[in-house]
C-alpha cells in the first residue's frame, strides 16, 4: 500500500491533467462559438458545454491541483526561495490569470457578447501549452537550482 504522501502525488497529477484538458479545451470551443449566430440553436449548445465544462470539471480541479500542490510543498519540505521553486510558482500563477480570464470570457458569451474573433481564440489557445512546458522544465530539470 502506498504511503499517503504518494496517494498526494496522485491527485495533484490527475487534477492537474483534468485541469490542464479544460484549459486546452475550453478556447478551442470559444473558436467555434465565435462563429456562430448569437441566441442560435448552435450558440446555445455552446453555452451549455462551456459552463458545464467550468463547472464539472475545471474549476474542481484547478481547486484540487492548487491545494494538492500546496500540501505537496509544504510536506515535501522544499525550500521557497529556490530559483525552480518560484518560477513554478510564477507560471503556476499565471495559469490561475489565464483559467481566470477564461472564465471572463464564458460570462461574455453566455450574454451573446463576441469581443473577440477566432483567430485571437486560436492564439489564446496555445498559453497554457507555453505554460505547461515551463512547468515541467521547472520541476523535472530544476534550472538555476
Same mark, same amino acid.
Given at each position: =500500500?502506498?504511503?499517503?504522501?504518494?496517494?498526494? %502525488?496522485?491527485?495533484? !497529477?490527475?487534477? @492537474?491533467? +483534468?485541469? =490542464?484538458?479544460?484549459?486546452? *479545451?475550453?478556447?478551442?470551443?470559444?473558436? *467555434?462559438?465565435?462563429? @456562430?449566430?448569437?441566441?442560435?440553436? +448552435?450558440?446555445?449548445?455552446? %453555452? @451549455? =458545454?462551456?459552463?458545464?465544462?467550468?463547472? /464539472?470539471? =475545471?474549476?474542481? /480541479?484547478?481547486?484540487?491541483?492548487? $491545494?494538492?500542490?500546496?500540501?505537496? &510543498?509544504?510536506?515535501?519540505? &522544499? #525550500? &521557497?526561495?529556490?530559483?525552480?521553486?518560484?518560477? %513554478?510558482? +510564477? /507560471?503556476? $500563477?499565471?495559469?490561475?490569470? *489565464?483559467?481566470?480570464?477564461?472564465?471572463? *470570457?464564458?460570462?461574455?458569451? +453566455?450574454?451573446? #457578447?463576441?469581443?473577440?474573433?477566432?483567430?485571437? &481564440?486560436?492564439?489564446?489557445? #496555445?498559453?497554457?501549452?507555453? $505554460? $505547461?512546458?515551463? !512547468? @515541467?522544465?521547472?520541476?523535472? !530539470? %530544476?534550472?538555476?537550482?
Amino acid at each position: =500500500m502506498a504511503d499517503w504522501f504518494s496517494w498526494l %502525488k496522485v491527485i495533484h !497529477i490527475v487534477s @492537474v491533467v +483534468a485541469w =490542464m484538458a479544460g484549459l486546452f *479545451y475550453l478556447p478551442r470551443l470559444f473558436v *467555434y462559438h465565435r462563429d @456562430v449566430s448569437p441566441g442560435g440553436e +448552435a450558440s446555445e449548445l455552446f %453555452k @451549455v =458545454m462551456e459552463r458545464r465544462l467550468l463547472a /464539472a470539471i =475545471m474549476r474542481p /480541479a484547478a481547486v484540487a491541483s492548487l $491545494l494538492s500542490g500546496v500540501l505537496l &510543498f509544504i510536506v515535501g519540505q &522544499f #525550500e &521557497f526561495l529556490q530559483v525552480w521553486v518560484l518560477g %513554478k510558482l +510564477a /507560471a503556476v $500563477l499565471l495559469l490561475c490569470v *489565464y483559467h481566470g480570464a477564461l472564465e471572463g *470570457y464564458v460570462r461574455r458569451f +453566455a450574454r451573446d #457578447e463576441r469581443v473577440r474573433d477566432s483567430r485571437y &481564440f486560436r492564439i489564446l489557445n #496555445e498559453v497554457p501549452t507555453l $505554460l $505547461l512546458i515551463i !512547468i @515541467v522544465v521547472f520541476i523535472v !530539470i %530544476k534550472p538555476l537550482q
